[in-house]
């Protein structure tokens, strides 16, 4: 393994890997700052990440970290075991991959600072669907390109499950619908609806989060059918009252 370090971070990575971990570099000084006001740290501490362009050496790694090979998905590919981000990254498409690193920061820290390493605590649409929002991966989703996601998400939803009762494995990702992105929506319905003292101070009321969850998929559904519907409206220069008419 490769090293580059800054005093903020520390990249490990398999030779193949120089150009991610190059970029993880310099997203991981701007993230690390990002996230340390998020979560009101105030100490120094190095983040470190692991990156393996061999699958079978990265889950090699992981269950000598765990100590058994159960626990991980058959689709996992990054995970933050001992408070490192650790990756399998195909080298061909390594730059694809470089918001891994802060999205599974994200996952750390909110570990770390606010669930204090009690991982009962842990509500698993919340704090994916945080991850996604504050790594900075789906900041490229504005305007239309969103509005394309969201209907493509809707579409792909076959079954609606209720958000409390994702958990990784089968009930995370199968055919009837994604929870990568059904908690990245219902996150970013948040995001838009709550003030931004809310938003924040929500990270840490898991009873509020809970009560949330059991119907803001519904909700999230509704609120963006009804944006986007007005937009429609707005576009041809018709009241949303005149278009029910029609
Ligand atoms: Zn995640």
Request: hydrophobic letters at 35%; a negative charge.
């Amino acid at each position: 393994m490769k090293k580059l370090e800054t005093s903020l971070c520390q990249i490990n990575y398999s030779e193949s890997l120089e150009n991610l971990a190059e970029a993880t570099v310099s997203l991981l000084d701007q993230k690390i700052k990002e996230f340390k006001l998020f979560f009101d740290i105030s100490n120094n501490e190095q983040i470190t990440v692991n990156y393996f362009d061999n699958v079978e050496e990265f889950r090699e790694f992981i269950y000598s970290i765990r100590g058994e090979k159960d626990s991980l998905p058959k689709y996992a590919e990054g995970t933050y075991d001992n408070g490192m981000v650790n990756a399998y990254i195909n080298p061909e498409f390594q730059l694809e991959k470089l918001y891994t690193s802060s999205h599974e920061l994200f996952h750390i820290l909110y570990m770390k600072y606010i669930l204090n390493n009690d991982y009962s605590k842990r509500i698993v649409w919340y704090d994916e669907g945080m991850a996604q929002l504050m790594s900075g991966e789906k900041d490229s989703l504005t305007d239309d390109a969103f509005k394309e996601f969201y209907f493509n998400v809707r579409e792909k939803t076959k079954i609606i499950p209720q958000m409390n009762s994702l958990d990784h494995g089968k009930s995370f990702i199968n055919e009837d619908y994604n929870g990568y992105d059904l908690s990245y929506l219902c996150i970013r319905y948040l995001s838009e609806t709550l003030s931004d003292i809310q938003f924040k101070n929500l990270m840490s009321d898991f009873s509020k989060i809970r009560q949330l969850g059991d119907d803001i998929i519904h909700k999230m559904f509704s609120y963006y059918d009804e944006k986007f519907e007005n937009r429609i409206a707005k576009k041809y220069n018709l009241s949303v009252d005149e278009l029910k008419n029609e």
